[in-house]
């Protein structure tokens, strides 16, 4: 049976009919046309469904959309021309581009959170993405760059 | 996808949980509690768990309370590793959450999940039980305090309805000298092929350990021998790994004897940095 639940997302109220059983990931792109959030393993291990919740990033696989309910959620259709977003275009930070929602959206919250965050933080954090065309280098210079702005 | 459906609820208080779960059960729902979920979800998407009722205990006090209470270290069921690590109120307990899984996964897996979850490796556990933690139970007469070891015996051995509310550390336990390891098969992120914590109390080194047999364990008579200080170093940590009672696992994450290789290392240098500190 699908239930009619509200969701705050990028700064709006929608309604969506789900099931209890759906993610967030599904509800968010079926439900929503938010396609942002990738499925890639759907099992918590690729991070290319990241999404921001409350300031942290969460993936959405592993999240129920009745979860949300009350929360603060950004997905990557909420951010408009942020300095990440900028950089990962500069530092050229993707080849197929499947995983660079996930990636963008977990150095987004990074930035956020930790605006001068040491390298130790950095690899700590991204470590929740993997980047099948291993563009890893230049997403590492994409975050360097935008942190060595902040400082 | 989860290939069937559930009932959701999400109750404010214990006691109220207690209640849907046993109306649940009556009504044949097979309810389930849920924590930080990302077990429940991956499991039941591969249909590995069948449900039809889900009682989330996010939203009770008790299970969000994270802080002193006197000279007691309170951290509910529901707070996330992340936080933990964060917050490194319990520092050894924070490096050991730094190593399960990746950061954002740690944002959602809770401990109280991770230490009654159904993967066997439960490496959250492993400071607790040195540290001689406190777990509190909700029960339908109240709250329970219960020494870990024993509600812990490999697995939590907790009865539903009853389900972890907290767990509780001394806090003269969170400022010894500690030590953790992990060890995987390739990353760093993985199930560990050898995980340990460590502390060194007035009675000398406490140990426990994970991915080395099926389940996680501490274990006096390893101590044992690990502190007996009439023997040399090498035959201390063979003779301590002469007492593990339990076969060590031996599967394709590492053979068992790939295994007793890393822990005898591993034991030599802890034992080593333990004495260093103690000069
Ligand atoms: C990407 C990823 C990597 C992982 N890597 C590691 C690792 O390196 N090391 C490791 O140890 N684990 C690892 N895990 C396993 C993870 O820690 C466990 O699956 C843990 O159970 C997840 O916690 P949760 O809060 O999401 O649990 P949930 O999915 O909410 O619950 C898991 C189980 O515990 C029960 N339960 C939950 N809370 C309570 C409670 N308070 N009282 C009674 N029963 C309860 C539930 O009913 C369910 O059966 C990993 C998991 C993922 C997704
Ligand atoms: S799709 Fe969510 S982590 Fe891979
Ligand atoms: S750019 Fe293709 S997966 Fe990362």
């Known amino acids: 049976m699908n239930r009619q639940i509200h969701l705050n997302i990028n700064g709006e109220e929608k309604s969506v009919y789900i099931r209890n059983a759906d ?7 079926e439900q929503l046309g938010l396609t942002g ?8 291990d690729c991070g290319a469904c990241t999404v921001i919740i409350e300031g942290m990033p969460q993936k959405s696989c592993i999240m129920l959309a009745v979860e949300g309910i009350g929360k603060q959620i950004t997905t990557i ?39 001068d965050a040491e390298d130790v933080v950095v690899e700590n954090w991204l470590q929740s993405n993997i980047c099948r065309c291993t563009s890893y280098q230049e997403i590492k210079e994409a975050i360097h760059s935008v942190l060595s702005k902040n400082s | 996808m989860i290939p069937y459906n559930f ?41 590995q768990i069948q449900t039809k009722g889900v009682i989330d205990i996010k939203g009770m006090p008790e299970c969000l309370d994270f802080g002193w209470e006197k000279d007691q270290l309170v951290i509910g ?52 039980l040195v540290a001689d933690a406190t777990c509190v139970i909700a029960s339908k007469t109240g709250m329970k305090q219960i020494p870990i070891h ?32 992990k060890r995987t098969k390739i990353d760093r992120i993985g199930y560990p092929v050898v995980s340990l914590a460590a502390i060194h ?34 035959s201390k940590v063979q003779s301590a790994i002469e007492k593990i009672s339990v076969p060590i696992l ?21 034992i080593k940095e333990f004495d260093e500190v103690s000069e």
């Open chain 1, 23 to 29: 993610t967030l990931l599904t509800a968010l792109r």
């Open chain 1, 37 to 44: 959030a990738k499925p890639g393993c759907e099992n918590g």
């Open chain 1, 77 to 115: 259709e909420g951010l408009n021309n942020t300095p990440i977003q900028q950089a990962f275009l500069e530092k050229w930070a993707f080849q197929c581009g499947y995983c660079t929602s996930g990636f963008i959206m977990n150095c987004h919250a990074l930035m956020e959170k930790h605006p």
């Open chain 2, 7 to 47: 009932d959701y609820e999400k109750p404010s208080s214990f006691s109220e949980a207690i209640s849907i779960y046993e109306k649940w059960e009556v009504d044949g729902k097979n309810p389930i509690y849920y924590c930080g979920g990302t077990e429940i979800i991956t499991m039941a998407r591969m249909d």
């Open chain 2, 77 to 128: 069921a529901a707070i996330p590793l992340a936080k933990l690590e964060e917050e490194k109120a319990f520092p050894l307990l924070s490096r050991v959450c730094n190593r399960i899984a990746d950061h954002t996964s740690r944002c959602k897996i809770t401990i109280g999940g991770n230490i009654t979850g159904k993967i066997n490796y439960r490496e959250a556990v492993l400071p607790l």
């Open chain 2, 150 to 181: 024993d509600v812990f015996d490999g697995k939590v051995q907790i009865q539903p309805p009853e389900f972890l509310l907290q767990v509780r550390v001394e806090r003269k336990m969170t400022t010894l000298p500690y030590l953790s390891e």
């Open chain 2, 201 to 234: 109390a007035e009675d000398g080194i406490r140990i426990a350990f994970s991915g080395l047999c099926t389940d996680p364990f501490r274990s006096l008579s390893v101590e044992e021998e690990l502190n007996n200080r009439s023997q040399s170093l090498e």
């Open chain 2, 250 to 270: 031996d599967d394709h994450h590492a053979s068992s004897a790939y295994r007793k290789f890393i822990l005898s290392n591993l034991l030599v240098d802890i």
